[in-house]
């Protein structure tokens, strides 16, 4: 049967058994086909899974929740089910103590980008397992609040560089927010030993006007980093624009 041909409930049984064969892929599938086909009945059944005992049925409810309505187009914060999803998230975040569980909330907060779920993602902001932590970053990405800002300037120095990078990114590149301590920020990952963290770093500068991206991003162009976006270090130098003309091989700028 395809997955087109499913029910609500046949849907939600295929995820937890594509679940416990630790195929993903499917998993995600079989999640998003319940994004825009569920509705309501989704709903229902994600409530009664959002208190199941075992955590892989709590974390399926959470993904669901998370973009329940959300379509082509039709972003989950604009979605029918937005009040619905919000109120189970906000329910399971204050009990759960699974950190992969946790880690889809706080992702299911970032699409539905409600002001109502900062203090609860502030509250684990410090949570042991990066994988929440994570999940935090995501969720507070595009947010223009202060408490937003400031967590993420505090994981744009995790221990973990995934944690980092993510960080570094929502405040390079996820605002138009300019502040000292955000730039100090930025130019604190100038020396990070992660290639995309220091990318994020150096762009989110050159974006800025910094001067403290030149030296890093002339240094990454003669010696490529290997970042995962190469197009991150040219709108680099070209947002420094005159800044650099001065200082590099004009060359470079007719093969980028």
Known sequence: ?????????????????????????????????????????????????????EPVYRALAADVLGQLGAGPGAPAIDGPFREGALELLLAMAQREHDSAVLNSIAVGFGHIGDERCLETLVQLHTHHDAKVRAGVVFGLLGRSQAVALNVLITLSSDDEP??????????????????????????????????????EAIHGLALRGDERAIQPLLDALQSPLPVS????????????????????????YSSL
Do not use: C
């Open 1 to 53: 049967m395809s997955t087109s041909e499913l029910t609500v409930a046949q849907a939600f049984d295929q995820a937890l058994l594509a679940a416990a064969d630790d195929d993903e892929d499917r998993r995600w599938e079989l999640v998003s086909w319940l994004h825009v086909n569920g509705g309501g009945q989704a709903l229902t059944v994600a409530s009664r899974l959002s208190e199941h005992p």
């Open 229 to 252: 976006d190469p197009n991150v270090l040219t709108e680099a130098l070209y947002a420094l624009g005159p800044l650099t003309r001065g200082r590099i091989d004009a060359t470079l």
């Open 162 to 199: 995934s944690v980092r990078d993510w960080a570094t990114f929502g405040l390079a590149r996820q605002t138009k927010q300019d502040f000292p301590r955000l730039r100090d920020a930025l130019a604190h990952r100038l020396t990070d030993d992660d290639p995309d963290t220091l990318a």
